[in-house]
């Protein structure tokens, strides 16, 4: 099994920053995708940012220009900056990792979960 430690949120103020980070642990053979995901109170989970084995990204049109997805892959780690941080980025902001454990088998495993406050 895998398991996906987040680390980095909290309550801002509007204009600030954090850095949101995600070890990834356990059976891991290699990891392909790792992704952030966000979702906010009476709103659809949503896909912030992502970003490949070959570090190839990929943002949501809301936090363009704003966030930046990184990975470590020697720590199999991945983080999100996020910068100019507005009240709608309020949300509870989960990594997802897309990991092979065996030759054959690959599964996601999301984190836990940690809670991003944007006050105005």
């Known amino acids: ?9 909290g309550s801002v103020q509007a204009g600030g920053s954090l850095r949101l980070s995600c070890a990834a642990s356990g059976n891991i053979f290699r990891i392909n ?10 709103k659809q989970r949503e ?8 570090s190839s990204t990929n943002y949501a049109d809301s936090v363009k220009g704003r ?6 892959n020697a720590k199999n780690t991945v983080h999100l ?11 509870v902001y ?5 990991v092979q454990t065996t030759r054959l088998t690959w599964d996601n495993y999301w984190g836990q979960g940690t809670q991003v406050t944007v006050s105005s």
């Open 67 to 72: 966030f930046t997805i990184s990975r470590d």
């Open 1 to 9: 099994q895998v398991q996906l430690v987040e680390s980095g949120g």
């Open 81 to 91: 900056q996020m910068n100019s941080l507005k009240p709608e980025d309020t949300a």
């Open 94 to 98: 989960y990594c997802n990792a897309y």
């Open 47 to 54: 896909l912030v940012a992502r970003i490949t084995s070959t």
């Open 33 to 42: 995708t790792m992704d952030w995901y966000r979702q906010a109170p009476g």
